[in-house]
């Protein structure tokens, strides 16, 4: 874009690129605030005004003018599933951000239509029944009326999942199937399944169900990838810590972004995980994979990070809320071997852990451990999810030196914990404010694409109100944050994740040139508008990987998106919606609203003796006698 009034210089440190014209928060107490960013070499060279960019403006210097938007560092995802989700991500339909069932259903109907015989319509994550209008689920009903001969899968968090009569048939379900351990095929009263899936508690009749869906082959992998790094772009997203996950094998699946690695079509950084897959076989796994690799293998682009977010299948805990919360068996000897091998080699880890009840038991294996001087031996090591952790043991894992990350779950699964656990429960799932008290480290994630959005402003959203998707308010202001800290989880945490806080995070020469100008101020729209914060400009490095509006046409371009067919193709991904606003009608519901929730926290502390019976009665001096 030509910018007047800076002229190109010859000069021997010419920036690659330069944005000027920005509300730049940067992130870096020295210099909170800017208004130009110039990037050399990948690298930022200089945060200032025009005056302090003006001399490294070269005849080769792209200059970019952000027309006085908001520019922020590029957001880094501290957990999620971003390999598996590239490999899958043109072959399904996303309902991410559809306000209605209705309209889910026509798109659904739309991509039967065009989809090839042998191929599935497959709806995986993202989406929430509480974020439609009608506020609930499909029936089979309607998926065997919108598809009568393509199989249909949609899959609905970590709870269920509905087929239509084709899908049935195509994933081989029978009246003789029997039910999984951990799973429950629904039966009508003739014996034969209905079409829905139930986790009971475990997710994996759910994802062993899909993975017998046709998968992508050979160029089309990489393909999907690209695309879906793209897709995270749109929404400022530079960096992301994969948090690996079930049906994702080493090195097999991770082939594809070694190759665009080396090929240089990386738009995203990306630091990964591995998971051993196979239950009884996890400590030969991990020894193997200790002898190819080490943490921090690879560049700025594509790195290893160490283990998890399993180490052993028995350790592992369940996600689904509208089930009890599941019994484990003794698992601390293999687990013990486990987190002993990497920590004697140099490996760290993350650990999936939902209850409080499962961190207390892996805490007592790595005390043990560091009783002996084996833990955390100089590793870097974190607990994910954390929704019901108690403040002992925060202050145990601060002790030991571990970290946390947090993800936004209960943007979709809030009203199903609140249904089992109550509203005072809610209130602190997860502690975000204790953990941050005690100085942990707590980094910000999504958990997508199998629950969760991957759009990083629902989960920003979700971290600065406490709503749901459904507008439920699940956590109350004591255990909210503040913008600034929210967007910190997002930049600097992620970064001190894998210990790139030296190099990323934050908008200060020297640091690499990541950043995102965005379609809203997020530091001052409404509180509901966060969630409709787009990138208009987002670059990697001094690549720009995304642009849009005035931009479009500024990032390098892909292929087409193969196959032809693909529901990606015709819907794209993320379903926008415009920003709201807040009219005086909805400021008053919204008033109603907190009101009852405040009384129903209230009624539930009651309950369980941490606050008096009878209310406080409410004085107001104005009518006083």
Excluded at 252 to 259: A, F, Q, R
Excluded at 364 to 383: D, I, S, T
Excluded at 502 to 513: C, I
Excluded at 545 to 555: C, H, I, P, W
């Amino acid at each position: 874009m030509p910018v007047g009034g800076l002229i190109p210089r010859a000069t021997d440190n010419a920036a690659d690129l330069v944005v000027r014209n920005a509300k730049v928060h940067t992130g870096d107490p020295v210099r909170p605030q800017a208004e130009a960013i110039a990037i050399r070499d990948g690298v930022i060279t200089v945060v200032g005004d025009d005056n302090d960019v003006a001399s490294h403006v070269g005849p080769d210097t792209k200059v970019v003018d952000a027309l006085g938007r908001r520019m922020v560092p590029g957001l880094n995802d501290a957990h999620l599933h971003v390999i598996r989700g590239g490999l899958n991500y043109v072959l399904e339909l996303r309902w991410d951000g559809v306000p209605t069932l209705r309209q889910g259903l026509a798109m659904l109907r739309e991509q039967a239509a065009r989809t090839p015989k042998g191929q599935w319509v497959r709806v995986v994550g993202g989406w929430s029944a509480e974020q439609f209008a009608e506020r609930r689920l499909p029936s089979v009903t309607e998926l065997n009326a919108v598809a009568p001969d393509t199989p249909v899968f949609v899959l609905h968090l970590y709870q269920s999942a509905v087929l239509n009569r084709a899908a049935l048939k195509a994933a081989g379900f029978t009246r003789d199937t029997p039910d999984p351990k951990g799973g429950q095929i629904v039966r009508g009263r003739d014996g034969e399944p209905t079409g829905m899936l139930l986790a009971a508690p475990s997710a994996l009749i759910l994802y062993s169900t899909l993975a017998k869906a046709p998968v992508l082959e050979g160029e089309d992998k990489k393909t999907s990838t690209r695309h879906f790094l793209r897709e995270l772009n749109r929404f400022g997203l530079t960096s992301a810590i994969d948090a690996a996950g079930g049906f994702q094998n080493f090195p097999d699946n991770y082939s594809t972004v070694v190759e665009l690695a080396k090929a240089g079509q990386l738009s995203l950084r990306i630091a990964y995980h591995l998971f051993p897959q196979t239950a009884g076989q996890e400590i030969d796994d991990l020894t193997r994979w200790i002898e190819m690799a080490r943490p921090e293998d690879g560049d700025e682009w594509l790195r290893l990070n160490g283990a998890g977010e399993n180490l052993t299948w028995a350790a592992a805990d369940f996600e689904n809320f509208a089930q009890p919360r599941p019994e484990h068996a003794d698992y601390e000897a293999e687990f013990e071997k486990a987190v002993r091998l990497l920590m004697e080699n140099g490996w760290g880890f993350r650990l999936h852990a939902t209850y409080d009840e499962t961190i207390r038991r892996d805490l007592a294996v790595f005390e043990k451990l560091a009783a002996e001087g084996l833990f955390p031996a100089g590793n870097r090591w974190l607990f994910d999810h954390a929704e019901t952790v108690s403040a002992d043991s925060l202050d145990r894992i601060a002790a030991l030196g571990g970290a946390m990350s947090v993800q936004n779950r209960l943007s979709f699964q809030g009203e199903a914990f609140v249904r089992r656990y109550g509203p005072g429960a809610a209130a602190d799932a997860p502690p975000i404010r204790a953990m941050l008290e005690r100085g942990l480290t707590v980094g910000a994630g999504t958990d997508a694409t199998r629950v969760s959005t991957y759009n990083p402003w629902v989960a920003l959203h979700w971290l600065i109100t406490g709503r749901t998707v459904g507008d439920l308010v699940v956590r109350p202001p004591h255990n909210r944050v503040d913008r600034r800290t929210a967007l910190a989880m997002f930049t600097e945490a992620g970064a001190a994740l894998t210990g790139e806080q030296s190099v990323k995070g934050v908008l200060r020469p020297g640091f690499l040139g990541d950043l995102a100008v965005l379609s809203e101020d997020y530091f001052t729209v409404p509180e509901p508008d966060i969630a409709h914060i787009e990138s208009l400009l987002t670059v990697v490095g001094g690549r720009i990987v995304y642009a849009t509006a005035e931009y479009e046409g500024l990032d390098e371009e892909l292929p087409p998106v193969s196959p032809e067919w693909s529901p990606v193709a015709h819907f794209g991904g993320y379903q926008s919606t415009p920003s709201t606003g807040l009219s005086g009608t909805r400021q008053a519901e919204l008033l109603g609203q907190a009101v009852a929730e405040s009384e129903q926290h209230r009624q539930w502390r009651a309950r369980r003796g941490l606050t008096p019976e009878t209310a406080s009665t409410f004085f107001d001096p104005c009518f006083s006698l």
